[in-house]
């Protein structure tokens, strides 16, 4: 495979190459890039997706589950993502719906309260934006548009500062608190996307579809990254997880810019890949989705998903 140079040689170290379909490389020939061609081509095609196949199975295993019941009469899980009950014992409750039920003065019910323990201590645990990337069905459409504004090679847009998401955040709380109502939920794009699938989509189709335009053509990422207040929330959840993603062989990095093409959050990446302000390895970023792209798509294996507690470099 052709490759271009990006250094020269010095000190008795190899010159790097961009692969010519990479980001960079595509930018140098002035064409569409296409990231993770090289990663396919060193790991094969199932080893360049395989974090991204297992995401899929884990979002369309978990709406499965739901909607199995309502479509076929099959009811392994009662409820939605917000609250639910497996197999008539196990109670899960979105813990960003307790938050709004207290702060709109409404104490939720002892089975919420434990189903809401349950899974803010799972989140806590292993990464809150676990959820934006393994079981958020919005996701997929978000991903979606993402992947098309990359082919189509459409460059550009405006987006909200990333703060703005936490700013909404704090907006729903205080409605919330305003009119003793969860207000949010009725427009939150997750409940909508929910409630469509198992009723018709009528409005739900608008709000899906405007996420899905206003991250092609106007904001690249620019709901999941930059508006979503449930990601904000969830993000908070991360801040001292377990699960991370490392930057391991980052000397091997050849500054593709793949991993920041298909990144949901590429300001989380350079801290750990360049060392720009830490000396490990590791992505401790809590707005990091541990989604794994970073890991597919790169040709040099650079990337890997471990612990905090690992910030060994190889």
Same mark, same amino acid.
């Given at each position: 495979?052709?490759?271009?140079?990006?250094?020269?040689?010095?000190?008795?170290? *190899?010159?790097?190459?961009?692969?010519?379909?990479?980001?960079?490389?595509?930018?140098?020939?002035?064409?569409?890039?296409?990231?993770?061609?090289?990663?396919?081509?060193? &790991?094969?095609?199932?080893?360049?997706? &395989?974090?991204? @196949?297992?995401?899929?199975?884990?979002?369309?295993?978990?709406?499965?589950? !739901?909607?199995?019941?309502?479509?076929?009469?099959?009811?392994?899980?009662?409820?939605?993502?917000?609250?639910?009950?497996? @197999?008539?014992v196990l109670p899960l409750t979105d813990p960003f719906l307790i938050a709004q $039920?207290?702060?709109?003065?409404?104490? *939720?019910?002892?089975?919420?309260?434990?189903?809401?323990?349950?899974v803010l201590a799972f989140y806590l645990l292993l990464g809150g934006r676990l959820?934006? +990337?393994?079981? %958020?069905?919005?996701?997929?459409?978000?991903?979606?548009?993402?992947?098309?504004?990359?082919?189509?090679?459409?460059?550009?847009?405006?987006?909200?500062?990333?703060?703005?998401?936490?700013?909404?955040?704090?907006?729903?709380? /205080?409605?919330?608190?305003?009119?003793?109502?969860?207000?949010?939920?009725?427009?939150?794009?997750?409940?909508?996307?929910?409630?469509?699938?198992? !009723?018709?989509?009528?409005?739900?189709?608008?709000?899906?579809?405007?996420?899905? !335009?206003?991250?092609?053509?106007?904001?690249?990422?620019?709901?999941?990254?930059?508006?979503?207040? $449930?990601?904000? !929330?969830?993000?908070?959840?991360?801040?001292?997880?377990?699960? &991370?993603? +490392?930057?391991?062989?980052?000397?091997?990095?050849?500054?593709?810019?793949?991993?920041?093409?298909? #990144?949901?959050? *590429? $300001?989380?990446?350079?801290?750990?890949? &360049?060392?720009?302000?830490?000396?490990? *390895? @590791?992505?401790?970023?809590?707005?990091?989705?541990? %989604?794994?792209? #970073? /890991?597919?798509? #790169?040709?040099?294996?650079?990337?890997?998903?471990?612990?905090?507690?690992?910030?060994?470099?190889?």
């Amino acid at each position: 495979m052709s490759t271009q140079t990006t250094s020269a040689m010095a000190g008795g170290k *190899p010159e790097r190459t961009v692969p010519p379909t990479s980001v960079r490389g595509a930018a140098m020939r002035g064409v569409v890039a296409r990231p993770g061609h090289e990663a396919i081509e060193a &790991k094969g095609w199932l080893g360049a997706h &395989k974090w991204l @196949l297992l995401r899929r199975a884990s979002q369309f295993g978990i709406l499965a589950l !739901f909607l199995v019941g309502p479509w076929l009469g099959w009811w392994i899980v009662k409820g939605n993502l917000a609250s639910s009950l497996t @197999l008539g014992v196990l109670p899960l409750t979105d813990p960003f719906l307790i938050a709004q $039920q207290v702060a709109a003065g409404q104490w *939720p019910y002892r089975e919420a309260l434990l189903g809401g323990g349950i899974v803010l201590a799972f989140y806590l645990l292993l990464g809150g934006r676990l959820f934006c +990337s393994w079981v %958020c069905p919005v996701n997929l459409v978000t991903d979606a548009a993402a992947w098309l504004r990359r082919r189509l090679g459409l460059k550009g847009g405006k987006a909200p500062a990333a703060s703005t998401r936490y700013w909404l955040l704090g907006f729903v709380l /205080v409605i919330a608190a305003a009119t003793g109502s969860l207000a949010w939920e009725w427009v939150n794009p997750v409940s909508m996307l929910h409630r469509g699938l198992i !009723f018709g989509f009528g409005l739900a189709w608008g709000i899906v579809g405007g996420i899905f !335009f206003y991250d092609l053509l106007i904001a690249p990422r620019g709901w999941c990254g930059h508006l979503c207040p $449930q990601g904000a !929330f969830y993000a908070l959840l991360g801040r001292a997880s377990v699960l &991370k993603v +490392s930057a391991a062989r980052r000397s091997a990095c050849n500054d593709c810019m793949d991993c920041f093409a298909v #990144c949901p959050e *590429p $300001q989380v990446i350079r801290p750990a890949l &360049k060392a720009a302000g830490q000396d490990h *390895p @590791l992505i401790l970023d809590a707005d990091c989705t541990t %989604c794994g792209r #970073c /890991v597919d798509v #790169c040709g040099k294996d650079v990337f890997r998903i471990t612990t905090r507690f690992n910030r060994s470099e190889s």
